[in-house]
T-cell receptor, first 112, second 112 residues
Framework: DGGITQSPKYLFRKEGQNVTLSCEQN?????MYWYRQDPGQGLRLIYY???????QKGDIAEGYSVSREKKESFPLTVTSAQKNPTAFYLC???????????FGPGTRLTVT | GDSVTQMEGPVTLSEEAFLTINCTYT??????LFWYVQYPGEGLQLLLK?????DKGSNKGFEATYRKETTSFHLEKGSVQVSDSAVYFC???????????FGSGTRLQVQP
């Protein structure tokens, strides 16, 4: 079955540690996105990539980094510079020219 | 910049009641509009979409019409079920970034 996988579903880290969230898709989509969701709020765009080896900052990129070395993968690193990293992180992908985005199941990150 | 405003929730209805969730937007040009649904602990699923003015998106008994004159995309369903209980997000596509701008979400609770 085609889809987007994010792992793990729950992640716990100590403050000051970097952590990498996985996002893999087998939909053959060129574009991939990372969003952050906080309780009672909508999703906010962290980073996006329209093509392999290229990515752009979204609205809240500070404290995060990404890479796009393969079409299928778009990992997100939450660095120690991110002041409030505890949140629900969602990855999405889409076909160029087709604006419908497909979402993964999300990773809930808790930093204490 | 682009923005989406949704009615605040939670919206609590009895089964078989009529549902309206209001959504208005501010954007340059005529963006594509979407409704996504999020069930507890899960990612987002596309519910319906409309890509131009006067288009009506529909799916699973839900409908929304793209109203250019009022910059609105209100979600409606004639008879809700307990299984419709979820958080509903209105979103528009930023044609430049090809990324979604979301409203804050509206929680719907349907009681038997």
């Amino acid at each position: 079955d085609g889809g987007i996988t994010q792992s793990p579903k729950y992640l716990f880290r100590k403050e000051g540690q970097n952590v990498t969230l996985s996002c893999e898709q087998n939909l053959n989509h060129d574009a991939m996105y990372w969003y952050r969701q906080d309780p009672g709020q909508g999703l906010r765009l962290i980073y996006y990539s329209q093509i392999v080896n290229d990515f752009q900052k979204g609205d809240i990129a500070e404290g995060y980094s990404v890479s796009r070395e393969k079409k299928e993968s778009f990992p997100l690193t939450v660095t120690s510079a991110q002041k409030n990293p505890t949140a629900f992180y969602l990855c999405a992908s889409s076909i160029p020219g087709n604006y419908e985005q497909y979402f993964g199941p999300g990773t809930r990150l808790t930093v204490t | 910049g682009d923005s989406v405003t949704q009615m605040e929730g939670p919206v609590t209805l009895s089964e078989e009641a009529f549902l309206t969730i209001n959504c208005t937007y501010t954007a340059t040009g005529y963006p594509s509009l979407f409704w996504y649904v999020q069930y507890p602990g899960e990612g987002l699923q596309l519910l319906l979409k409309a890509t131009k003015a006067d288009d009506k998106g529909s799916n699973k008994g839900f409908e929304a019409t793209y109203r250019k004159e009022t910059t609105s995309f209100h979600l409606e369903k004639g008879s809700v079920q307990v299984s419709d209980s979820a958080v509903y997000f209105c979103a528009l596509m930023d044609t430049g970034r090809r990324a979604l701008t979301f409203g804050s979400g509206t929680r719907l609770q349907v009681q038997p």
